[in-house]
């Protein structure tokens, strides 16, 4: 899955993005000609050539690029590509994967905000997507009214995991001892808003501590240094670390989940380790921008309820901790709904903790 950047079709500015947040974000137009270079700038780029009429009569007639925030072989990008492939065959279309790293995943956000909404430019985002509103106070888009919702892909769990040379053995160790070397302990994540950063919050909140936190470009980059031993633990979505825990590679304490992960029946979850505050599972969606049409929009939310029950996407979720989402929740009303809530929940709790990105 740790793939290479894809190439594909670039993104493209539309006229309604507004010139004050356009300024107040100038390096979004600088990102979007760096990958409209990278692409080559296919005939997606051409709304009236490819698809143009935008419904779904003409709907898609030219490669659709899906941008990911995060690097590549990340667990956001592995969702990405598993679920690109059925959704590519059911359009007709090929499907490419950009990656397009930063801020938390607010460039690749921006960048899809102003792009053409003609059904070829498609953001995955996943819980990042309800926080960066309270994280960046001038985040130049508002995930509700900038972004039509595509449909819920899976809600995946999250480990806590340290490299191999760390002390603590169980959960209840690790409590312990970050409380006794709280000045001393590193704790990996990918960056402000990033699900290992809001995953560390709460563990930090419930066992009442602050440590040094060593941000990443993705959790790829992060899990890589953490097997290595140059960071002490993390948390992070079994679809990154299923692989590195039943290797032996890492350490597992936990699993953010009621229940355990039936391809990790060794690893306890946090409640069996007496930290039942810390339950959290990173939700993944996809996105248009505002204006696309709603038939597009249907297009693209028909093929990811196919995607969703191809069994080579059921079968390697299963392998990774994950399942797809049930189809009533792959849908715009039910992801839409679901942001909401959560930008709701979580506005409350980053505040409290006093982080915000500039």
Same mark, same amino acid.
């Given at each position: 899955?740790?793939?290479? @950047?894809?190439?594909?079709?670039?993104?493209?500015?539309? *006229?309604?993005?507004?010139?004050?947040?356009?300024?107040?974000?100038?390096?979004?137009?600088?990102?979007?000609?760096?990958?409209?270079?990278?692409?080559?700038?296919?005939?997606?780029?051409?709304?009236?050539?490819?698809?143009?009429?935008?419904?779904?009569?003409?709907?898609?007639?030219?490669?659709?690029? /899906?941008? =990911?925030?995060?690097?590549?072989?990340?667990?956001?990008?592995?969702?990405?590509?598993?679920?690109?492939?059925?959704?590519?065959?059911?359009?007709?279309?090929?499907?490419?994967?950009?990656?397009?790293?930063?801020?938390?995943?607010?460039?690749?956000?921006? +960048?899809?905000?102003?792009?053409?909404? #003609?059904?070829?430019?498609?953001?995955?985002?996943?819980?990042?997507?309800?926080?960066?509103?309270?994280?960046?106070?001038?985040?130049?888009?508002?995930?509700?009214?900038?972004?039509?919702?595509?449909?819920? =892909? %899976?809600?995946?769990?999250?480990?806590?995991?340290?490299?191999?040379?760390?002390?603590?053995? %169980?959960? +209840?160790?690790?409590?312990?001892?970050?409380?006794?070397?709280?000045?001393?302990?590193?704790?990996?994540?990918?960056?402000?808003?990033?699900?290992?950063?809001?995953?560390?919050?709460?563990?930090?909140?419930?066992?009442?501590?602050?440590? %040094? +936190?060593?941000?990443?470009?993705?959790?790829?980059?992060?899990?890589? #240094?953490?097997?290595?031993?140059?960071? !002490?633990?993390?948390?992070?979505?079994?679809?990154?670390?299923?692989?590195?825990?039943?290797?032996? &590679?890492?350490?597992?304490?936990?699993?953010? %989940?009621?229940?355990?992960?039936?391809?990790?029946?060794?690893?306890?979850?946090?409640?069996?380790?007496?930290?039942?505050?810390?339950?959290?599972?990173?939700? @993944?969606?996809?996105?248009?921008?505002?204006?696309?049409?709603?038939?597009?929009?249907?297009?693209?939310?028909?093929?990811?309820?196919?995607?969703?029950?191809?069994?080579?996407? /059921? !079968?390697?979720?299963? #392998?990774?901790?994950?399942?797809?989402?049930?189809?009533?929740?792959?849908?715009?009303?039910? @992801?839409?709904?679901?942001?909401?809530?959560?930008? #709701?929940?979580?506005?409350?709790?980053? &505040?409290?903790?006093?982080?915000? *990105?500039?």
């Amino acid at each position: 899955m740790g793939q290479d @950047h894809a190439t594909g079709a670039g993104v493209r500015p539309r *006229a309604r993005w507004s010139p004050t947040r356009h300024r107040a974000w100038g390096f979004l137009a600088a990102g979007a000609l760096v990958l409209s270079a990278c692409t080559g700038g296919s005939d997606a780029s051409s709304g009236a050539d490819g698809g143009g009429d935008g419904g779904a009569d003409g709907y898609p007639n030219a490669t659709i690029t /899906i941008v =990911v925030p995060f690097s590549a072989g990340g667990p956001t990008d592995t969702v990405t590509r598993l679920i690109a492939e059925p959704m590519s065959a059911e359009l007709g279309q090929q499907i490419v994967v950009q990656n397009v790293e930063g801020a938390g995943g607010t460039v690749a956000a921006g +960048e899809v905000a102003a792009a053409e909404p #003609d059904g070829y430019t498609v953001l995955m985002h996943h819980i990042g997507m309800s926080t960066a509103p309270t994280l960046y106070p001038d985040l130049p888009y508002d995930p509700l009214e900038d972004f039509k919702t595509i449909g819920l =892909v %899976t809600e995946v769990p999250m480990t806590i995991i340290a490299n191999n040379d760390f002390e603590p053995n %169980t959960l +209840e160790e690790l409590v312990a001892y970050v409380t006794e070397n709280e000045d001393t302990v590193t704790y990996a994540n990918a960056g402000i808003g990033a699900a290992s950063h809001l995953c560390g919050l709460l563990f930090q909140s419930a066992v009442g501590v602050t440590l %040094t +936190e060593v941000p990443y470009e993705g959790t790829g980059p992060a899990l890589t #240094d953490l097997v290595g031993g140059q960071v !002490d633990f993390m948390c992070d979505q079994t679809t990154n670390t299923t692989g590195q825990i039943q290797a032996g &590679e890492v350490k597992a304490y936990a699993v953010t %989940t009621p229940e355990r992960v039936a391809n990790l029946p060794d690893v306890p979850t946090t409640e069996e380790g007496g930290l039942a505050e810390v339950q959290f599972g990173v939700w @993944h969606g996809l996105y248009v921008p505002a204006e696309t049409p709603d038939d597009v929009v249907a297009a693209l939310t028909a093929a990811l309820q196919v995607a969703l029950k191809d069994q080579n996407v /059921i !079968d390697q979720l299963a #392998d990774l901790g994950a399942a797809p989402v049930a189809e009533d929740r792959a849908t715009p009303e039910a @992801h839409t709904e679901l942001l909401q809530s959560q930008i #709701d929940l979580w506005r409350p709790i980053i &505040e409290e903790a006093g982080v915000t *990105a500039s």
